[in-house]
């Protein structure tokens, strides 16, 4: 082989190289391509896998709340609260992620738990339980009695007014403890009334229906706009010698509380036990009647004695604390003319009981 065999042979040799590499590279980096692809291809359905178990949707489906449950802006507890709903409320379904429901109410939007909610067959089997359970209780509801209340004074105390007085004010005569003078009261979860305005319209309702009866009847109050401290409203019943003092009140506490609960002093309070006897009394009888005559629960009789307004009464004095206006369901029918009847219903078995 001469020298110029040997140039040309170095230079086709070099050149198969060169050709080699790059083919190699090429096809490495085709396979790394391809993994590439296959990985992200991987990932790509892992994610949308993961993301069909998170949250899945559904044809629209009826459904009711079995509770009073809070609307959510989103599946956690401690998400934005949007509404209360109350027991056996409509929603519209879309969907569920883990153990919340995307549900419609309305014009809002949100999510309720799972366990809160039944089907509209579970509503419909709920709803006739309900109207049999009604007709059982509006058997056991006591009618009106008849009562000549001639000659009885009854003082009405609506509580509470529409702007408080922190003003304080000794708790009893000659008591160091001072609370203050009055406050505005609790306010309804679903009604939307202060608690003051409630009282109101039952007071006179109950004080129509009194009068009706033959009693004479003395008001604390008759309007919203006015400054009465609670020892102040005791004088009034003080003054008027009434043979009977209510104190219209409505109760605040958990969602889940309910019933009516009635208050009187204790025979060992030092500023009023003399009436202790009497007052106990008189708020046994207007619980147990207005229990029948609502169908309410009993909360029965609670006996205290840091309540201002009973610690300066003279006369036998009871608060009626009528249900709870944190409670959505109860605080509704508490607003409405019927349940209010029933109420007052309940208040005048209460003392036709009381005064035979």
Known sequence: MNKYQKIITA????????????????AMSCNKGEKQEVTTSKETNQKETTTVEETTTMKPVVLYTNDSVKLREKPTTDSKELDVLSPFTKLICYGVEGNWKHVKVGNKEGYVRSDFVITEAQYQK??????????????????????????????????????????????GPGASQKKAKVTSGTAGKASGLSEYQLNLQVALKLKTALESQGYSVVMTRETNNVDISNAER????????????????????????????????????????????????????????????????????????????????????????????????????????SYQDQLVTGILNGLADFFN
Not at 149 to 168: F, L
Not at 247 to 254: K, Y
């Open 234 to 337: 005791a004088q009034v019943a003080n003054n008027a010698n009434a043979d009977a003092f209510l104190r219209i009140h409505a109760n605040g506490g958990g969602a889940g509380q309910s019933g009516i609960l009635t208050m009187c002093p204790t025979s060992g309070n030092p500023y009023c036990g003399k009436i202790a006897s009497k007052s106990y009394r008189l708020a046994s009888c207007i619980s147990n009647e207005m229990v029948k005559a609502t169908g309410a629960n009993s909360l029965g009789v609670s006996q205290v004695d840091n309540m201002t307004g009973m610690n300066w009464s003279k006369v036998p004095v009871t608060i009626i604390e009528m249900g709870f206006m944190t409670n959505a369901a109860e605080d509704k029918k508490m607003a409405t003319d």
């Open 126 to 171: 709920a709803q006739k339980e309900s109207k049999k359970a009604e007709k059982k209780k509006k058997k056991s509801r006591a009618r009106l009695k008849s009562s000549n209340g001639s000659g009885k004074v009854i003082c009405i105390d609506p509580g509470h007014q529409a702007h408080a007085n922190s003003s304080t004010e000794p708790i």
């Open 11 to 26: 230079i086709i040799v070099a050149i198969a190289v060169i050709i080699t590499g790059t083919v190699v590279f090429v």
